[in-house]
């Protein structure tokens, strides 16, 4: 006989994507022997949390041209049609498809669909609930909830260029890049704040 999945989280209902305490982070090789770190700035979404939590469902839709790696130059080379071409695919959206629970305490795997430069590929975030806390701002009637979660997609398979060789070997940005979220969650639609402090896409 299975037991229940253990709750831990937010509580059921639509929880919303808060953008300004969220970081969406990427890793990439970067001229074969670096390593370049960059985010996306501008971000939705939202998680509806069912009384069993593997049923839960998540939709996050990302601004493509809000790419920083805190270089301009580089930025606008990594939005071009040599790499994300974000004029003709101006988003990035991944749908969960499944709750997966691990051994792990507070710990479970989310699969999904990752669609990236118009190519749908599944992929799977290794990810964690870290813990919940008031807003800072309107404690009252806002609360958030933090996870974590990472995961590795190959360029290749999205149908990414890597901006071709160098003279030394290897290729400007590696195949590999690596996912690491960090996420606070709210009961609130954060539209309405976002707004009014002007970040919007």
């Known amino acids: 006989m299975t037991s229940a999945p253990t709750r831990f989280g937010p509580d059921t209902g639509t929880w919303h994507l808060d953008p300004l305490h969220s970081s969406l982070i990427f890793v990439a090789h970067y001229l074969r022997f670096g390593r370049v770190q960059g985010a996306f700035g501008q971000a939705e979404g ?12 998540v939709e996050v839709v990302i601004d493509a041209a809000s790419l920083n790696t805190g270089v301009n130059a580089r930025d606008a080379h990594l939005r071009s049609a040599d790499f994300l071409d974000v004029d003709h695919h101006p988003r990035i959206r991944f749908t969960s498809t499944g709750v997966e629970p691990v051994r792990r305490q507070n710990s479970f795997r989310l699969h999904g669909d990752l669609e990236l430069h118009g190519t749908t590929v599944p992929v799977v975030l290794n990810s964690e ?11 009252d009637d806002t609360h958030g909830h933090f996870f974590s979660a990472t995961t590795q997609i190959s360029l290749a398979e999205f149908g990414v260029g890597d901006g071709g060789g160098t003279p030394w070997g290897g290729r400007i940005v590696g195949d590999t890049v690596d996912i690491v979220l960090e996420v606070r969650l709210q ?6 704040f976002l707004e009014q402090i002007g970040h919007t896409p």
Not at 46 to 57: E, H, L, M, N
Not at 129 to 139: F, H, K, M, T
């Open 129 to 139: 609930w870290v813990g919940e806390a008031p807003d800072l701002g309107s404690p």
């Open 187 to 192: 009961n609130q639609d954060p539209a309405p």
């Open 46 to 57: 939202q998680v509806r949390v069912a009384q069993d939590p593997t049923r839960s469902s």
